[in-house]
């Protein structure tokens, strides 16, 4: 990895829940702050909904809570810049009784949560802007709806015809890229788990997550980010989750197969600019001149 100073870069990732940042795309993000770029997070909510162990919960009021002061350990372990909550409400997965709570993320009007998102992209400026695949990984309802509400405000932002807090001008970020989990992951574990004599169309601690049906759907990877030198950093920061399992995280699928394969490769789909036939970067900032 060339040692080359983006001090003028900017990212924001737009993602669900304390803990996505870190369990997710945790190694580019780490990546890039430490080459100067400034990495900024959207988080659509406060994780109300993740499974948290009383013994967690000493000295703070609710999960929330909890789930705040972890992210703001991963961030600080990440070397994020800001930290940004939308206020939403944590969804649970599909068919849980937070689906139908009115703050809930994913039963909020699509163009009113990218309309919040377009404000963080005005006012931070990112050339870079990273979200979930459109099936959010792994059909969270959360991760989803960020996607799309993500896709929505990424055209938004540049319409001087938006208009939104603050009076912000528009702004057109460079590219839009969605973390993919990739495919040959997938079907390995598919694999191992009927050989373990598990049923991998019943993954997680819910048993919700359908491998199987995953592993069928591809999405192209148009830039491939080698986090090796800042892998500590992920880990750092996926330890600062111990509610949610920290390292040993189960649903952190990318991070147990990552593991499992020894990869610190983080895969992404560009969404825009529409690539070339056959393009493959290294680097999120291919071709964007910085100044
Ligand atoms: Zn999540």
Redesign the pocket.
């Known amino acids: 990895m060339e040692k080359q100073q983006k001090t003028s870069g900017v990212i924001l990732a737009s993602?669900?829940?304390p803990?996505?940042e870190s369990?997710?795309m945790g190694g580019t993000l780490a990546l890039y702050a430490q080459q100067g770029v400034d990495v900024h997070l959207v988080c659509g909510t406060r994780?109300e909904a993740g499974d948290v162990d009383p013994v967690y919960m000493n000295g703070f009021q609710s999960v929330a809570e909890v789930r705040m002061h972890e992210l703001s350990c991963a961030a600080n372990a990440l070397g994020l810049a800001s930290v940004n909550y939308l206020g939403y409400r944590d969804s649970g997965m599909p068919g849980s009784p937070d689906n139908r709570h009115p703050h809930a993320l994913a039963a909020q009007p699509l163009e009113e949560v990218a309309l919040k998102i377009v404000y963080h992209i005005r006012k931070l400026r990112p050339q870079v802007v990273l979200t979930f695949d459109p099936i959010g990984?792994y059909r969270?309802p959360?991760?989803i709806a960020m996607h799309q509400a993500t896709v929505q405000a990424f055209q938004m932002a540049s319409d001087p015809q938006v208009r939104v807090d603050e009076g912000l001008p528009p702004f057109k970020p460079q590219k839009l890229l969605f973390h993919v989990i990739p495919r040959g992951y997938l079907r390995t574990a598919v694999r191992l788990m009927r050989l373990l004599g598990q049923d991998p169309s019943r993954y997680g601690r819910n048993k919700d997550i359908d491998l199987t049906a995953l592993a069928n759907i591809e999405f192209p990877v148009h830039v491939a980010v080698n986090f090796q030198r800042v892998a500590q950093l992920q880990e750092n920061a996926a330890a600062c989750h111990a509610s949610q399992g920290g390292q040993q995280n189960r649903r952190s699928l990318v991070r147990v197969l990552q593991r499992m394969l020894n990869s610190k490769v983080d895969r992404f789909m560009q969404a825009y600019p529409t690539p070339p036939e056959g393009y493959l970067a290294k680097d999120l900032f291919d071709g964007i001149s910085l100044n």
């Open positions: 993602l669900a829940h803990d996505d369990f997710g994780g990984g969270h959360d991760h």
